[in-house]
């Protein structure tokens, strides 16, 4: 009998020792999660018949330390959570390894190849539906421009020009300043203000779209405190005709703009519309949004990590070291965006590593070892005493 306990002692150790091996080993690895060998005595009836593992507990709760990467599209989650892909088969799996990429069908992918699952591009506020996140890797269409964004002060000190207003003669205006706007098929067109003070409280702009004589103007007003009148913030309606395009209206907004003396100088200068664009990379944002990069410098958030959080992540069930799938235990994944409810918020360039603590490992293993004597001596005491007793009869 003490022989059988001895050796279920030996076997237990022995998968503990494999345990312990399987921590040390993967204390470098990303998102790992130690493991713990759970011991118990095995009864036969009422009697004592030695001991077995019966259950490993990964210690999924603790997080492990951060480490700089540097690479766009690393992350780590601090806090709950779980980043969420899924497999060719459709299974769906859970991860702290937040090492993303795009594939060859331009979809988001772990470190393992699975399909990241996140929420498709917000529309009018509300998140995109669930489910793989794709990449639009090709050529993104012009835009054409509706509105230019001008601001910028008219120096107080400028004086009225004596002669009528002559686009070639520099003369006749106090300042000019181009503009570039796009048609729809993203083809460039300059747009020229000419500024003329016509007189204490008003300044003049004429337009000149793509080198042509003006021939449209508008009166700026501006107020004793030297900001520009509500009433004159909205230029006119402008139109720019180009072969093959579609006419593009657009108007200037003045907001912002301003009389004070001083020197003249522009602020902002910006046009909404943009030339078509190829596709020159993408990047993670530490709210989780995936953003896609296009030559013309136009970026567009074309979906969302999830993160999944879970009633009880203890009860997940391990499918390797670092990945685990749901079941009943663990209850159904509730799932958010980063930092949004128990969601964990996101580093960006950073990710988790292995929560093992070596010297507890190392000393686990020290124990284990006497163990593994202790039962060894109480084998070779059972043979001692069995080939004596042999001897004897």
């Known amino acids: 009998m003490s022989f059988n306990i001895a050796l279920s002692g030996i076997q237990a150790i022995n998968e503990q020792l ?68 899924r497999d060719t088969q459709g299974v769906v799996s859970y991860s702290r390894v937040g090492i993303f990429s795009t594939n060859a069908d331009g979809l988001l992918v ?52 004596t002669a009528a207003f002559n686009a070639t003669d520099a003369n006749t205006y106090n300042m000019v300043k181009q503009s570039v706007v796009y048609d729809s098929l993203g083809t460039q067109h300059t747009v020229s203000q000419y500024f003329v003070k016509t007189d204490a409280d008003t300044v003049t702009v004429h337009y000149s779209l793509d080198g042509a004589a003006p021939a449209t103007n508008f009166a700026m007003n501006f107020g004793t405190n030297g900001q520009i009148l509500p009433a004159s913030t909205t230029g006119p309606a402008l139109t720019i005709t180009a072969a093959g395009a579609a006419a ?39 709210n989780g949004s995936i953003v896609a990069k296009y030559s013309n410098e136009q970026q567009q958030v ?22 685990w799938i749901a079941n009943a235990n663990s ?13 964990g918020k996101l580093s960006k360039g950073v990710l988790e590593g292995s929560n093992v603590d070596i010297t507890s490992e190392l000393v686990g293993l020290m124990t284990s070892q006497r163990n593994y004597q202790a039962n060894s001596k109480v084998i070779t005491a059972e043979n001692q005493m069995m080939q004596s007793l042999m001897q004897a009869l």
Do not use: C, H
Request: hydrophobic share 35%; no cysteine; proline share 4%.
């Open 18 to 85: 494999t345990t312990l091996s399987n921590n040390i080993a993967n204390a470098g690895t990303y998102g790992f999660k130690s493991s713990r060998a759970n011991f118990a005595s095995v009864y036969a009836g009422d009697q004592a018949n030695g001991v077995q593992v019966q259950s490993l507990t990964q210690n999924i709760s603790q997080t492990g330390s951060l480490s700089s990467t540097g690479r766009g599209m690393d992350a780590a989650i601090q806090g709950r959570g779980f980043f969420t892909s």
């Open 110 to 161: 772990d470190s393992t190849g699975k399909k990241v699952q996140g929420y498709g591009p917000t529309v009018g506020g509300v998140l995109g539906t669930m489910g793989d996140i794709a990449i639009p890797t090709g050529q993104i269409p012009a835009v054409a421009t509706t509105k230019v964004s001008y601001a910028g002060n008219m120096s107080g000190d400028w004086k009225t020009p």
């Open 248 to 286: 593009m209206n657009f108007n200037f907004d003045y907001t912002g703009t301003s009389k004070f003396a001083g020197e003249a100088t522009n602020t902002t200068n910006r046009a909404d519309g943009y030339a078509s664009g190829t596709f020159v990379g993408v990047e993670l944002a530490e």
């Open 302 to 323: 074309v979906g969302t990590i999830a993160i999944a959080t879970f009633p009880d992540e203890g009860s997940l069930v391990s499918v390797s070291d670092t990945a």
């Open 331 to 343: 209850g159904a994944p509730l799932y958010t965006t980063p930092g949004v409810g128990l969601g």
